[in-house]
């Protein structure tokens, strides 16, 4: 059975990106890229809103010349292009990756049968369809890369009026100064 995570670079007052929409505040060195690429080689399906499928679908063609240089950023999108993908989305009229499906509704069961069937993890990218997933009950852990940064609004990581109680696995301090927290949901 596979496991549902959500993976989210966020700032210290809780944001995923600022009032502008932008996530080049995060920090993307050597250190936490090879991190975040290692954790993406265990994952088989991403599950994306339409807003986050849409800033990862650069991936599907980025570095795939044959005679580019082999590097961080063409392991990342050998990785990204290999998995599946699941868009929710009413408003997105059709994938433009391959390996991907668009679902007009989210449904918490159909989740449940994915994560019963599939043998690799699986993670959700967005904070609205994350949200949901976690009040259906669905998350089974939180990866946070916690970013030394105040952002001071945007749009928040995780939602609100909701409680969930974690179990802290891990952490990982990099020398940028970002921590990251491994948490498992507890139920």
Not at 53 to 63: D, G, L, Q, R
Not at 97 to 115: G, H, N, Q, Y
Request: aromatic fraction near 10%; include cysteine.
């Amino acid at each position: 059975m596979a496991k549902l995570i959500y993976p989210i670079n966020l700032s210290l007052d809780g944001y995923m990106e600022d009032e502008r929409g932008d996530l080049d505040w995060s920090i993307s060195d050597d250190e936490t890229y090879a991190f975040w690429t290692g954790f993406q080689r265990t994952i088989g399906t991403y599950l994306y809103g339409r807003r986050m499928y849409e800033s990862m679908v650069y991936w599907e063609t980025a570095h795939v010349g044959d005679d580019e240089p082999e590097d961080k950023a063409r392991e990342f999108a050998q990785i990204w292009r290999a998995a599946d993908k699941i868009v929710y989305s009413g408003t997105l009229p059709a994938a433009t990756s391959a390996k991907t499906k668009v679902e007009r509704e989210f449904d918490p069961d159909a989740i449940r049968r994915l994560k019963a069937s599939s043998e690799a993890d699986m993670t959700i990218g967005g904070p609205e369809l994350a949200g949901q997933a976690m009040r259906a009950g669905l998350i089974d852990e939180c990866h946070l890369l916690l970013n030394p940064i105040v952002l001071g609004g945007g749009k928040p990581a995780l939602p609100d009026n909701l409680r969930m109680q974690l179990e802290l696995l891990s952490e990982r301090r990099f020398r940028s100064g970002v921590i990251h927290f491994h948490y498992r949901v507890i139920v």
